[in-house]
Nanobody, 124 residues
């Protein structure tokens, strides 16, 4: 059983930076992929970024490329999402999720472990 707990959200102004953290506990296999998703009010949950637990390889949604960086620390069992140059459109609840998969998975409904989410609000 894997458990995920997010932290690091907050209220920031346009152009600011935030770093989200996801603490993972339990039996995390080397085949896991850890992902970040976000959900704005009234909208569907969408993929942001994912990282391979074993090799740290990353994959991003197009709108965050060059602004967000995902990284994992598989000694401390942490996953991070560094978010730079934040925009009002980034406002959402951000979720950390895990799946045992051979490559990145961008469909939220395929992930079977979720954290509780952390709110990110970007004011204009």
């Amino acid at each position: 059983q894997v458990n995920l707990v997010e932290s690091g959200g907050g209220l920031v102004q346009t152009g600011a930076s935030l770093r989200l953290s996801c603490a993972a506990s339990g039996r995390i296999l080397t085949t896991y992929v850890l992902g970040w998703f976000r959900q704005a009010p009234g909208k569907e949950r969408t993929f942001v970024a994912a990282v391979g637990w074993n090799d740290g390889s990353a994959h991003y949604e197009d709108s965050v490329k060059g602004r967000f960086t995902i990284a994992r620390d598989n000694v401390e069992n942490m996953v991070y999402l560094q978010m730079n140059d934040l925009k009002p459109g980034d406002t959402a609840v951000y979720y950390c999720a895990a799946i045992d998969a051979p490559k990145w998975v961008t469909s939220w409904y395929k992930y079977d472990v979720w954290g509780q989410g952390t709110q990110v609000t970007v004011s204009s």
